[in-house]
């Protein structure tokens, strides 16, 4: 997913095991989260894969949320955004 925003990978002293710095992952989360409400919603990724040219289904969408939701809130919160990116 963070791929998908070309991203760089520069070297940083704050930087996750895949090379992101904190500021590359907190733009990327905010590039996502369309309607600033500080989560990533599914109308958010509908709207950033379509972006993107991928269509997702409902049921694609409901699966990649539950799938990066770590914290059981039902969106994607910063946290658990930037504990994927870190990885």
Do not use: W
Request: proline share 1%; glycine share 10%.
């Amino acid at each position: 997913m963070l791929e998908a925003t070309s991203m760089s990978s520069g070297a940083a002293s704050n930087s996750g095991s895949r090379g992101f710095t904190e500021e590359e992952i907190r733009k990327a989360f905010f590039e996502m989260d369309l309607d600033q409400d500080h989560v990533i919603g599914p109308g958010d990724l509908r709207v950033f894969f379509s972006a993107i040219g991928e269509e997702l289904t409902d049921a694609e969408v409901d699966t990649l949320i539950r799938s990066l939701d770590m914290s059981g809130t039902g969106h994607v919160v910063y946290e658990d955004f930037r504990a994927l990116a870190q990885r």
